[in-house]
């Protein structure tokens, strides 16, 4: 069982940055595939990154690459989403997930098993 607790989000005028924390409980998340997902009002929730146990796979929405980075530090079992040149269409609730399987990315809702409860990410213009 593995619990996801997400951090970071805010309120950031356009072009500016933030980054947003997932901090995992449990001694086997080293183990897990990771990733970011996002809801904003009204939508369905849509796939931002992706990454493999070590770190060593990465892969992105087309409509944040370049802008947002992965990344995951086993030994504080946290994976950190850095977003760069925020747009007012990044506005929404950015949701960490885990999967048991860590050997590569996944980048469907239903390929993963835990969720954190999100953290709110408003872009204003």
């Keep these: ?5 997400e951090s970071g989000g805010g309120l950031v005028q356009a072009g500016g940055s933030l980054r947003l924390s997932c901090a995992a409980s449990g001694r086997t998340f080293g183990s897990y595939s990771m990733a970011w997902f996002r809801q904003a009002p009204g939508k369905e929730r849509e796939f931002v990154a992706a990454i493999n146990w070590s770190g ?6 087309d409509s944040v690459k370049g802008r947002f980075t992965i990344s995951r530090n086993n030994a504080k079992n946290t ?26 990315w996944f980048w469907q809702t239903w390929d993963y098993d835990y969720w954190g409860q999100g953290t709110q990410v408003t872009v204003s213009s």
């Design 1 to 5: 069982q593995v619990q996801l607790v």
């Design 56 to 61: 060593g796979s990465t892969h992105y929405a």
């Design 79 to 104: 994976m950190y989403l850095q977003i760069n040149s925020l747009k007012p269409e990044d506005t929404a609730v950015y949701y960490c997930a885990a999967r048991g399987d860590g050997s590569r």
